[in-house]
C-alpha cells in the first residue's frame, strides 16, 4: 500500500530520523502511518480508561500492515465544571479539540486517523475534525458505565446537591453514599444525555463499526469493537474512503432520525450543524423539527424514559433502531465499514448480534420491546421541537420527550435573571413561585460560552412544589439530562441584541410545543398584542441596550467575541 508519506520523507532526512528516534524501526517508517488520537487523561471516568481502547486499535492497525501513533489532547467534563466559571469554557473546549487534533493530523502526513472518546464536546469535536482534515478515519466510542444502586445514574446528584444546600435536608452519610457509588466505572454517564447521544449520532452517521455505541466499557466486546477499527482503517485507506464520502447530507438526515427516535439531547441540535459546517452542509433547525413529525420516538431511555444506555446497547443499540424504523433511513449511505448502512444491518442479524445481546436483558428481568418500544405501540412521534415567535425570532429547542404533557403549553409571568447563578440561588431560596416561567439570559455562545443549565433545572425538578409547575426559558444550552419544560438556544441571544435581552420580570411568557410557538404575550403583568409588544421591546432596546460583557482573555474571548449562533452551530464564525 502506498505511503502518503513518502514524497516528504525526501526532503528532509531529519523526519525519518525523529521517527526513528521514537522508537520506530526502518521498515516501520516505510509503511502506512495510521494517527491514533484519542482523549485520554485523568480528568473524568469518561476518558481515563481510552488508553486501553487505543492500545485494542494500534494492535489493529500493526496486524494489518500499518504503523500507529497515539496522540492526545484531553478533554473536561460538564459535570466537574458544575456551579462555577469552568462551566464557560465547556462548549468552547469542542472548539479546542477539534484544532488540536487539526494540529496534529496536519504537521505530519498520515495516511489515516482513528479517534477515540466519549464525552460530551469530545465525540463532536472529532467528527468535526475528521470533516475538516478529509483523510480516511474512523471513530471509536468510549462506551457506557454501570449503573448505579438501583440503577440509578450520576444525575442522582441533582437531588443531592440541591438538598447539600438546605439546612437539615440531608446527611452526610446520605451525601457520601451517592460519592461512592454515583459513577461506579469507567465510560460515559449511562443515561441518554449529550455524551450517550454523540456516540450514537457517530454510529448514525455511518463514522463507527455498527454495534459500538455504548457497549458497556467494562465489558469484552468494546475492546474487540477498537481492535477491529483498527483493521478498518486500513481497508478505509486503502480505497481512499473518506469523510465526506460518508458524511452525506443523507447520513445527517439519518443521524437526526436515530436522534428523534431515542429521545436524544438537545445538544446534537448545536454539534450536528457545526459538524456538517465543516463539510459545506447546511442543517437548518427546521429539518430537526420536520424529520422530528415524522419519527416514532421508541427509546424508553432515562431521561424521556426508564431504562439506562447499557440495557439500550443489550436491546440492540442504534442498529436495532435503525431497523425499526428503517423505512425512513437513507439504506445506501457508505460507513466506514465499507459496506451500505443497509448491508450492515443484515450482516449484524447474520452474526446473531441482535439475538446474543439480548440475553443480557434477561439478567435485569427486561425484554427489548421494555427499552425499545416497537414502533405500533409508540406513544409519540420525535422527541425535540423547534419554537419560534417573537421570544426568539431565529429559534429555540425544547425535548418534549422528557417534558410531561400537561407542561407542553404554559403561559406565565417571566421571572428574569441575568446569570444562571441568579436562577438557582432565587430556587434554593424559595422566590420562585408555581406557573413562573424563568428566564435565564446572556448564556449564549457570545454572552458567557454558552454553559449548561443543569443545577437550575435539576433544582425544579428535584423541589416537589416546582416540579411540573414550573418552566425554564434560556439562550444557553441544557444537559441531555435535562427533564421538564426546558427551552434553550434561544436566538438571537441577550448578547447580540436578541429580544430576550429586553423582557423583564412581570411580562406574560407563552409558549405552546404542539404549535411550535414562544411568545411574549404581555407587559408588565397585562396582556397586550403583539404590535404593542413589539413597540415595547423595542423601546427598552433603545433605552437599556445590552448590557457589556466583562472583559475577557484567551480562548474564552476568542470564542465568545466570533461564535455564531446556536442554530448555526455554536462554532467560529469565518
Not at 419554537?387 to 407542553?408: F, H, I, Q, T, W
Given at each position: 500500500?502506498?505511503?502518503?508519506?513518502?514524497?516528504?520523507?525526501?526532503?528532509?532526512?531529519?523526519?525519518?530520523?525523529?521517527?526513528?528516534?521514537?522508537?520506530?524501526?526502518?521498515?516501520?517508517?516505510?509503511?502506512?502511518?495510521?494517527?491514533?488520537?484519542?482523549v485520554?487523561?485523568?480528568?473524568?471516568?469518561?476518558?481515563?480508561?481510552?488508553?486501553?481502547?487505543?492500545?485494542?486499535?494500534?494492535?489493529?492497525?500493526?496486524?494489518?500492515?500499518?504503523?500507529?501513533?497515539?496522540?492526545?489532547?484531553?478533554?473536561i467534563?460538564?459535570?466537574?465544571?458544575?456551579?462555577?466559571?469552568?462551566?464557560?469554557?465547556?462548549?468552547?473546549?469542542?472548539?479546542?479539540?477539534?484544532?488540536?487534533?487539526?494540529?496534529?493530523?496536519?504537521?505530519?502526513?498520515?495516511?489515516?486517523?482513528?479517534?477515540?472518546?466519549?464525552?460530551?464536546?469530545?465525540?463532536?469535536?472529532?467528527?468535526?475534525?475528521?470533516a475538516?482534515?478529509?483523510?480516511?478515519?474512523?471513530?471509536?466510542?468510549?462506551?457506557?458505565?454501570r449503573?448505579?444502586?438501583?440503577?440509578?445514574?450520576?444525575?442522582?446528584?441533582?437531588?443531592?446537591?440541591?438538598?447539600?444546600k438546605?439546612?437539615?435536608?440531608?446527611?452526610?452519610?446520605?451525601?457520601?453514599?451517592?460519592?461512592?457509588?454515583?459513577?461506579?466505572?469507567?465510560?460515559?454517564?449511562?443515561?441518554?444525555?449529550?455524551?450517550?447521544?454523540?456516540?450514537?449520532?457517530a454510529?448514525?452517521?455511518?463514522?463507527?463499526?455498527?454495534?459500538?455505541?455504548l457497549?458497556?466499557?467494562?465489558?469484552?466486546?468494546?475492546?474487540?469493537?477498537?481492535?477491529?477499527?483498527?483493521?478498518?482503517?486500513?481497508e478505509?485507506?486503502?480505497?481512499?474512503?473518506?469523510?465526506?464520502?460518508?458524511?452525506?447530507?443523507e447520513?445527517?438526515?439519518?443521524?437526526?432520525?436515530?436522534?428523534?427516535?431515542?429521545?436524544?439531547?438537545?445538544?446534537?441540535?448545536?454539534?450536528?450543524?457545526?459538524i456538517a459546517?465543516?463539510?459545506?452542509?447546511?442543517l437548518?433547525?427546521?429539518?430537526?423539527d420536520?424529520?422530528?413529525?415524522?419519527?416514532?420516538?421508541?427509546?424508553?431511555?432515562?431521561p424521556?424514559?426508564?431504562?439506562?444506555?447499557?440495557?439500550?446497547?443489550?436491546?440492540?443499540?442504534?442498529?436495532?433502531?435503525?431497523?425499526?424504523?428503517?423505512?425512513?433511513?437513507?439504506?445506501?449511505?457508505?460507513?466506514?465499514?465499507?459496506?451500505?448502512?443497509?448491508?450492515?444491518?443484515?450482516?449484524?442479524?447474520?452474526?446473531?448480534?441482535f439475538?446474543?445481546?439480548?440475553?443480557?436483558l434477561?439478567?435485569?428481568?427486561?425484554?427489548?420491546?421494555?427499552?425499545?418500544?416497537?414502533?405500533k405501540?409508540?406513544?409519540?412521534?420525535?422527541?425535540?421541537?423547534?419554537?419560534?415567535?417573537?421570544?426568539?425570532?431565529e429559534?429555540?429547542?425544547?425535548k418534549?420527550?422528557?417534558?410531561?404533557e400537561?407542561?407542553?403549553?404554559?403561559?406565565?409571568?417571566?421571572?428574569?435573571?441575568?446569570?444562571?447563578?441568579?436562577?438557582?440561588?432565587?430556587?434554593?431560596?424559595?422566590?420562585?413561585?408555581?406557573g413562573?416561567?424563568?428566564?435565564?439570559?446572556?448564556?449564549?455562545?457570545?454572552?458567557?460560552?454558552?454553559?449548561?443549565?443543569?443545577?437550575?433545572?435539576?433544582?425544579?425538578?428535584?423541589?416537589?412544589?416546582?416540579d411540573?409547575?414550573?418552566?425554564?426559558?434560556?439562550?444557553?444550552?441544557?444537559?441531555?439530562?435535562?427533564r421538564?419544560?426546558?427551552?434553550?438556544?434561544?436566538?438571537?441571544?441577550?448578547?447580540?441584541?436578541?429580544?430576550?435581552?429586553?423582557?423583564?420580570?412581570g411580562?406574560?411568557?407563552?409558549?405552546?410545543?404542539?404549535?411550535?410557538?414562544?411568545?411574549?404575550?404581555?407587559?408588565?403583568?397585562?396582556?397586550?398584542?403583539?404590535?404593542?409588544?413589539?413597540?415595547?421591546?423595542?423601546?427598552?432596546?433603545?433605552?437599556?441596550?445590552?448590557?457589556?460583557?466583562?472583559?475577557?482573555?484567551?480562548?474564552?474571548?476568542?470564542?465568545?467575541?466570533?461564535?455564531?449562533?446556536?442554530?448555526?452551530?455554536?462554532?467560529?464564525?469565518?
Amino acid at each position: 500500500m502506498e505511503q502518503k508519506s513518502a514524497p516528504e520523507r525526501l526532503l528532509w532526512a531529519q523526519f525519518d530520523a525523529l521517527q526513528l528516534g521514537s522508537g520506530w524501526n526502518e521498515e516501520d517508517i516505510t509503511k502506512p502511518q495510521i494517527l491514533i488520537e484519542d482523549v485520554f487523561g485523568d480528568s473524568h471516568p469518561g476518558s481515563v480508561h481510552l488508553n486501553r481502547l487505543a492500545e485494542q486499535a494500534k494492535f489493529g492497525v500493526f496486524e494489518t500492515g500499518g504503523y500507529p501513533a497515539q496522540f492526545h489532547a484531553t478533554d473536561i467534563c460538564d459535570g466537574c465544571a458544575q456551579g462555577h466559571n469552568g462551566m464557560n469554557i465547556i462548549l468552547a473546549s469542542r472548539e479546542a479539540i477539534c484544532d488540536m487534533v487539526e494540529v496534529h493530523a496536519s504537521v505530519n502526513p498520515w495516511d489515516g486517523m482513528i479517534l477515540l472518546a466519549s464525552c460530551d464536546k469530545s465525540v463532536p469535536a472529532h467528527l468535526k475534525a475528521a470533516a475538516r482534515i478529509g483523510i480516511p478515519a474512523i471513530f471509536v466510542p468510549g462506551g457506557s458505565m454501570r449503573p448505579g444502586p438501583n440503577m440509578t445514574t450520576s444525575l442522582v446528584a441533582g437531588d443531592i446537591s440541591l438538598r447539600q444546600k438546605r439546612d437539615g435536608a440531608i446527611s452526610p452519610e446520605e451525601v457520601r453514599d451517592y460519592k461512592l457509588t454515583g459513577c461506579p466505572s469507567v465510560g460515559a454517564c449511562t443515561f441518554m444525555g449529550t455524551a450517550s447521544t454523540m456516540q450514537c449520532m457517530a454510529e448514525a452517521l455511518g463514522m463507527s463499526l455498527p454495534g459500538s455505541a455504548l457497549a458497556p466499557a467494562t465489558m469484552r466486546d468494546i475492546l474487540s469493537l477498537s481492535r477491529r477499527a483498527g483493521k478498518a482503517i486500513m481497508e478505509l485507506v486503502k480505497n481512499n474512503l473518506t469523510p465526506a464520502k460518508i458524511m452525506t447530507k443523507e447520513a445527517f438526515i439519518n443521524a437526526i432520525a436515530v436522534h428523534g427516535a431515542i429521545g436524544g439531547s438537545t445538544n446534537a441540535t448545536i454539534h450536528l450543524p457545526s459538524i456538517a459546517r465543516e463539510l459545506g452542509i447546511v442543517l437548518e433547525p427546521e429539518l430537526f423539527d420536520e424529520i422530528n413529525h415524522k419519527i416514532p420516538h421508541i427509546g424508553n431511555i432515562n431521561p424521556s424514559g426508564a431504562h439506562l444506555t447499557e440495557s439500550f446497547w443489550f436491546a440492540g443499540g442504534v442498529p436495532m433502531v435503525q431497523c425499526m424504523i428503517k423505512e425512513h433511513l437513507y439504506l445506501d449511505v457508505m460507513t466506514v465499514t465499507g459496506k451500505t448502512l443497509g448491508e450492515n444491518l443484515e450482516q449484524l442479524e447474520k452474526e446473531g448480534f441482535f439475538a446474543r445481546n439480548e440475553g443480557y436483558l434477561a439478567n435485569y428481568g427486561l425484554k427489548r420491546e421494555d427499552v425499545l418500544i416497537p414502533v405500533k405501540k409508540a406513544r409519540e412521534t420525535g422527541s425535540i421541537a423547534i419554537l419560534k415567535g417573537n421570544l426568539a425570532p431565529e429559534g429555540s429547542v425544547v425535548k418534549y420527550s422528557a417534558c410531561a404533557e400537561d407542561m407542553r403549553s404554559q403561559k406565565g409571568p417571566a421571572r428574569v435573571y441575568d446569570s444562571e447563578e441568579g436562577a438557582f440561588n432565587a430556587v434554593v431560596k424559595g422566590d420562585i413561585d408555581p406557573g413562573d416561567i424563568i428566564v435565564i439570559r446572556y448564556e449564549g455562545p457570545r454572552g458567557s460560552g454558552m454553559p449548561e443549565m443543569l443545577m437550575t433545572t435539576e433544582a425544579i425538578v428535584c423541589d416537589s412544589r416546582l416540579d411540573g409547575k414550573v418552566s425554564l426559558v434560556t439562550d444557553g444550552r441544557f444537559s441531555g439530562a435535562t427533564r421538564g419544560a426546558a427551552i434553550g438556544h434561544v436566538s438571537p441571544e441577550a448578547a447580540v441584541g436578541g429580544p430576550i435581552a429586553f423582557v423583564e420580570t412581570g411580562d406574560i411568557i407563552e409558549f405552546d410545543i404542539e404549535k411550535r410557538t414562544l411568545n411574549v404575550v404581555g407587559i408588565c403583568g397585562k396582556e397586550a398584542a403583539p404590535e404593542e409588544v413589539e413597540r415595547v421591546l423595542d423601546e427598552r432596546k433603545r433605552r437599556n441596550g445590552v448590557i457589556p460583557r466583562p472583559g475577557r482573555k484567551g480562548l474564552f474571548k476568542r470564542y465568545t467575541e466570533t461564535a455564531l449562533s446556536a442554530m448555526q452551530g455554536a462554532g467560529y464564525g469565518d
